[in-house]
Every structure is written in structure tokens, then in C-alpha cells.
T-cell receptor, first 110, second 113 residues
């Protein structure tokens, strides 16, 4: 069975303090790895797609990277508005099924 | 202009009741999903439909019955509600060519008392 594990569960940063979130996976037939952001009381919002090891994607202060076993979401000089839960998910199989990790709850303080 | 909408946003009901949640998307997507997010924020797929056809049916109690009248709508009916059904239910949609890039609705918070 596909497994996705995210760490840490929660992370508290000061504004401007860069860090990384980890997503490790054990799957058969990875078709893609995806990062989502979820704000309290809202549905997840798509951020990035990564298809192959070595691939990187960037958006503002976020950069996602992928290896054969894990993905990192790097947050550079975060701001309070980056506070959210970040979810990673893997797409496997032929039925377009996303398996999500348990998320990292990020809080950025002034 | 809302892309994926769900009704109701909140649903409070008693054990044993039957309730429905409705979802609509105006993105022209072919595939729609129902997810359940528990109190620990774990998001788990329940069902998916592609162009009104059931594609994914995870291990959920048969008290849960999805229905897709057309490819823009996906409803979820729950019979004989139990305390453990309390959760946030999300609808999502995607195009066939971008299956992992899913658009989620705002969620329906179901509380069973």
C-alpha cells in the first residue's frame, strides 16, 4: 500500500527564518508528487507538481524538490501569511488516486 | 465565480439520521472526488467519478452512497449516521490530463450528536 509521511507535524518559525518541510513516500509506480496548502476552514489549494527525481519548482518564497524517496518544500524568508498546513500527495495507479500525507502545520510569527 | 461549491457548509444532525451533501463544479472537469478529513487533518479519498462513472470506491461503509447526475455534479448521501462520521467532507475535481492538480471545494463540516 502507498505510504506518505510528512515531517515535522508542526513547525514554528520566526519571520525571515528559512526552513524545509519533508515528505517521504513509499509507492509503486509514482506518477507525480504534489504539494498543497490548506488554510483553516478551507479546502486544500494546489501549489506544485513534481514528476521526476531532480525536478524543482518555485513560487514566491516556496521551492519544491524531488528525489527518488522524498520531496522537500523549502520556505525562504517566510512571512506570517505563509502560515498554513502544507500537504503532500502522490498520484499512483490508473485510477487517478491521490494519497495524502498527514501534513505539516506551519506557523510563522513576527 | 466559485469553481467548486458544496452545500451545506455546516451540517449538525443526530445519530441514525440520513443526510446529503451536494457538490458542483463549473470548471468543465471530467473527474470529481469525495474526500474525508478527520480531526487530525488526515485527508482520505472515498470515491471518484469520471464522467458519471464510478472509478474509485475506497473501503467505506455502504451507508455512504455517491451519485453523479452529470459530470458537473457529485452528491454524497449518508444513511444511518454514526458518531464516527463526524468530519469535514471535501469535494474536488480535476481534468483527466492533470489528475494530481485537484480543485477542492470549501468543505462540509458534519457533526453527528
Amino acid at each position: 500500500e502507498d505510504q506518505v509521511t510528512q515531517s515535522p507535524e508542526a513547525l514554528r518559525l520566526q519571520e525571515g527564518e528559512s526552513s524545509s518541510l519533508n515528505c517521504s513516500y513509499t509507492v509503486s509506480g509514482l506518477r507525480g508528487l504534489f504539494w498543497y496548502r490548506q488554510d483553516p476552514g478551507k479546502g486544500p489549494e494546489f501549489l506544485f507538481t513534481l514528476y521526476s527525481a531532480g525536478e524543482e519548482k518555485e513560487k514566491e518564497r516556496l521551492k519544491a524538490t524531488l528525489t527518488k524517496k522524498e520531496s522537500f518544500l523549502h520556505i525562504t524568508a517566510p512571512k506570517p501569511e505563509d502560515s498554513a498546513t502544507y500537504l503532500c500527495a502522490v498520484l499512483t495507479g490508473g485510477g487517478n488516486k491521490l494519497t495524502f500525507g498527514t501534513g505539516t502545520q506551519l506557523k510563522v510569527e513576527l | 465565480d466559485t469553481a467548486v461549491s458544496q452545500t451545506p457548509k455546516y451540517l449538525v444532525t443526530q445519530m441514525g439520521n440520513d443526510k446529503s451533501i451536494k457538490c458542483e463544479q463549473n470548471l468543465g472537469h471530467d473527474t470529481m472526488y469525495w474526500y474525508k478529513q478527520d480531526s487530525k487533518k488526515f485527508l482520505k479519498i472515498m470515491f471518484s467519478y469520471n464522467n458519471k462513472e464510478l472509478i474509485i470506491n475506497e473501503t467505506v461503509p455502504n451507508r455512504f452512497s455517491p451519485k453523479s447526475p452529470d459530470k458537473a455534479h457529485l452528491n454524497l448521501h449518508i444513511n444511518s449516521l454514526e458518531l464516527g462520521d463526524s468530519a469535514v467532507y471535501f469535494c474536488a475535481s480535476t481534468s483527466d490530463t492533470q489528475a494530481g492538480e485537484q480543485y477542492f471545494g470549501p468543505g462540509t463540516r458534519l457533526t453527528v450528536t
